[in-house]
């Protein structure tokens, strides 16, 4: 599979915004969901936001509910995160991938993993 790209990661300060994106060129797009995760030095890699192949239907981890927008531009093969109100406890490498969407929140990766992209949050 052709690996996703992520990027749009930087430094910004407690209640600042980022816009992550993720290009997914030369591979099928359209009829598969997407999902952000992130992943802390000695935790395991946690859901953050989901999408459906429409971008009908969006899906949110309790923690960032009301501060994160996952959208995506299927004609670009592009997925984004918006992110506002940011804490420093979002600081994490934040990571696409295909996804499936197994109900009562569980979202599972199903393709494989890009570098990602480092978020960090000051205080």
């Known amino acids: 599979q052709v690996p996703l790209v992520e990027s749009g990661g930087g430094l910004v300060q407690a209640g600042g915004s980022l816009t992550l994106s993720c290009a997914a060129s030369?591979?099928?797009?359209?009829?598969?969901?997407m999902a952000w995760f992130r992943q802390v030095p000695g935790k395991e890699r946690e859901f953050v936001a989901g999408i459906s192949w429409s971008g009908g239907n969006t899906y949110y981890a309790d923690s960032v509910k009301g501060r994160f927008a996952i959208s995506r531009d299927n004609a670009k093969s592009t997925v984004y995160l918006q992110m506002n109100s940011l804490k420093p406890e979002d600081t994490a490498v934040y990571y696409c991938n295909v996804a499936i969407n197994y109900g009562l929140g569980r979202w599972e990766p199903a393709g494989t993993w890009g570098q990602g992209t480092q978020v960090t949050v000051s205080s």
């Open positions: 030369g591979r099928p797009f359209s009829s598969q969901g």
